[in-house]
């Protein structure tokens, strides 16, 4: 009947304006970085979406996104401890729908620049090689979002986020971005070029063999003095890599911390 109806739509309203209020009410609280244990238990008892008409429990992934937006590291670490991977899995879409795939909190963790919070999400898939690789190397989430179709990799090099960068690479993402790296040094300002010719040493460090760039020939007096003599002839495939570089290949698999320490006059600056 129609006053049924009518009631029926105006419950549905309210509940789902509920869900929202608590949703906004556990951001504000992980927002302040409230303890982990009142976190769980708004989470787990008080928060709810609004998802297919009706609410559901918040999720771990989406808990986790939270932590990494306000880098409430103690949360992140306890959601990653407790739940493992699975608080690593995408969420449903709230635009469109759809099931989300892809790595939406390695790109958020980049965006934010987290480094501490990446090494947990890292750490956490350390006993699945093959997972953990495919992981990093997945793109972000739906096509109308931020950062969409981007690896982490590809974003850090865009953002200049060389920690992030060198953490990834570290644990086997595929150092893809060179092209885009190079642009970045050429056009960026001279307060961000040290950081964009960090991301591009790093991705050199990892290139198991340099790619085909055209454009190096097609400009080689500018990209010669941009990189140097010896990394130029290796990425046009005219001479072995140098042994600055193989020797710091070497080193970059101990750990990020090994590339990280060392002193100035002994980076690779390209």
Known sequence: ?????????????????????????????????????????????????????????????????YALVHDHQDYAQYLLDRYSA????????????RHSCGAPHLNVA?????????AMMVETLKDTQGERREYLDSCSGCSHVADAGKTAVQLAVELSRTDCLLLLLVHGATPT??????????????????????????????LPKPPPLHHLREEPQRWQSLLGNEVFNWLCGLAPPPLLLQALRCMAQSGPDQIGTLPDFLQLHS
């Open 1 to 65: 009947m129609p006053w049924l109806l009518s009631s029926n739509l105006s419950l549905s309203s309210s509940t789902q304006r509920e869900c929202e209020r608590t949703v906004f009410s556990f951001y504000c609280a992980v927002r302040e970085r409230l303890p982990v244990w009142l976190l769980e238990d708004m989470r787990s008892m008080e928060v709810f979406c609004w998802e297919d008409r009706g609410p559901r429990p918040f999720l771990p992934s989406e808990a986790l996104l």
């Open 86 to 97: 699975s608080a690593l899995r995408a969420q449903r879409c709230s635009f469109c729908s």
């Open 110 to 118: 980049v965006r934010y620049d987290r480094v501490s919070i990446l």
């Open 177 to 206: 971005g060179l092209d885009a790296a190079m642009e970045i040094l050429v056009s960026c300002e001279a307060s961000q070029r040290r950081r964009a010719q960090r991301c591009l040493d790093f991705l050199l460090l990892f």
